[in-house]
């Protein structure tokens, strides 16, 4: 079974750009969140989709958006980029209404912003 | 709300000695708590889980921790250390009340060392 797929790997973008990035869940998987980690930071939680529908959101502002296709693959998206944007992204997926399943990570989206 | 500390930014560890890897957490409820395993540049592997029955929960590579409802705790262990052991570790807290298993909160995260 394909694990949890995000793409690209790295990605260098300019202040002001937006970028867009790509999560492919493990099969079966209905339910896909977004992280952000960063040396000051740590590990943040960004949202939550399920079935195309945002369930859960952290506490970023509204440059940063996703959203879910039906084939439960998600994206999400950062505009007009700051310095403070660059982190490592890392996307989970989990079983829908399983409640003691974990969540299995992608190996992550590092962006940088100069 | 929920949350997670993991005391200590570093643990330094001779290999074949054994480790622990402190993480305490607050939560209303029955906490679901989960250890998480991060080597350079890559993504969060998953190590273990707890989530109700034995107090004692073994997991991957030969890391075990022990759920303490009483001290709030979930330190993570492993009778001899590595040096493939040496990364990032995170404890992490999901609030039992969501439907969702992949909203997380995690710890700062802890950096073992195990040297030779």
């Known amino acids: 079974k394909a694990g949890v797929t995000q793409t690209p790997r790295y990605l260098i973008k300019t202040r002001g750009q937006q970028v867009t990035l790509s999560c492919s869940p493990i099969?079966?998987?209905?339910?896909v969140s977004w992280y952000q980690q960063t040396p000051g930071q740590g590990l943040q939680f960004l949202f939550e989709?399920?079935?195309?529908?945002?369930?859960n959101k952290g506490n970023f502002p509204g440059r940063f958006s996703g959203r879910q296709f039906s084939n439960s693959r998600s994206e999400m998206n950062v505009s007009t980029l700051e310095l403070g944007d660059s982190a490592l992204y890392l996307c989970?997926?989990?079983?829908?209404?399983?409640?003691?399943?974990?969540?299995?990570f992608g190996q992550g989206t590092r962006l940088t912003v100069v | 709300a929920q949350s997670v500390a993991q005391p200590e930014d570093q643990v330094n560890v001779a290999e074949g000695n054994p480790l622990t890897v402190k993480c305490t957490y607050s939560?209303?409820?029955?906490?679901?708590l989960f250890w998480y395993v991060q080597y350079p540049n890559r993504g969060l592997q998953f190590l273990l889980k707890?989530?109700?029955?034995?107090?004692l929960v073994k997991g991957s590579y030969g890391f075990e921790a022990e759920f303490n409802k009483s001290q709030t705790s979930f330190h993570l262990k492993k009778p001899s250390a590595l040096v493939s052991d040496s990364a990032l570790y995170f404890c992490?807290?999901?609030?039992?009340?969501?439907?969702?298993?992949?909203?997380?909160?995690f710890g700062t995260g802890t950096r073992l060392q195990v040297t030779l």
């Open positions: 707890y989530i109700t029955g034995d107090n």
């Open positions: 099969s079966g998987h209905r339910s």
């Open positions: 989709y399920f079935s195309e529908t945002q369930r």
């Open positions: 989970a997926s989990s079983s829908a209404g399983a409640r003691n399943t974990e969540a299995f």
């Open positions: 992490a807290v999901r609030d039992p009340n969501t439907g969702t298993a992949s909203k997380l909160t």
């Open positions: 939560v209303s409820g029955n906490p679901y």
